[in-house]
């Protein structure tokens, strides 16, 4: 039915497909979120590491959720520094990083909000942020944002269901790649996930 090989579909038919269709892609991440998972604990999650530009990185990762933000009628802002040096990272695993980040700002952010990702140059390397305009995460869980299996307070209030474990899986792959990753909120104000990584030698 995807082709509509078997003739035009009617408005019910192609809601229902849609539906399918997400719900197949939420399945698939959750697969892949488990199996990742049992990598990292078992400490067999293997990173590539090439000479890659960062900004192209992001750009990959935002072009993949226009699609899911559009339906959202949320914007997706990229800010990336002139200048920004080459990183020594596994790309496809940066991607993963951004999609855990971006696509956890798109289930919190209502409506006619925006995520923005900015990308600048640091001391020794880049610096990484995403940014919503959703409920905001309180202060006194920002140190817990991270745990496996963890959904706290208000952003479990979404339509989009998860493992809880894309925060963590994030996480231990930048670690991977001798960076860091931090959450700055205030409830009400959105939330910001920053991550660093080491510029090429």
């Avoid at 809601?15 to 719900?23: C, E, M, P, V, Y």
Wanted: hydrophobic share 40%; glycine share 10%.
């Amino acid at each position: 039915m995807m082709d509509k090989a078997a003739g035009p579909l009617t408005d019910d038919q192609a809601r229902f497909l849609d539906i399918a269709n997400r719900n197949l892609g939420r399945l698939s991440a959750l697969i892949n979120d488990i199996l990742d998972f049992s990598k990292l604990e078992a400490g067999k999650m293997k990173i590539e590491l090439v000479e890659a530009s960062i900004g192209q990185v992001v750009e990959d990762a935002c072009e993949g959720l226009v699609s899911w933000a559009n339906s959202k009628d949320i914007r997706i802002i990229k800010n990336v520094q002139d200048n920004i040096p080459q990183v020594k990272a596994d790309p496809n695993r940066i991607i993963q990083i951004l999609n855990n980040l971006i696509g956890n700002a798109l289930k919190f952010t209502p409506k006619g909000g925006s995520v923005t990702v900015d990308v600048a140059s640091l001391d020794g390397g880049v610096r990484v942020s995403v940014q919503d305009t959703g409920a905001g995460i309180p202060k006194e869980d920002l140190s817990r944002v991270f745990e496996k299996f963890l959904q706290l307070g208000e952003r479990r209030q979404t339509d989009i269901s998860g493992t809880g474990l894309g925060l963590s899986i994030a996480k231990e792959i930048v670690e991977l790649h001798g960076g860091k990753i931090w959450a700055e909120s205030e409830k009400g104000q959105g939330a910001k996930f920053i991550f660093t990584l080491p510029k090429k030698d």
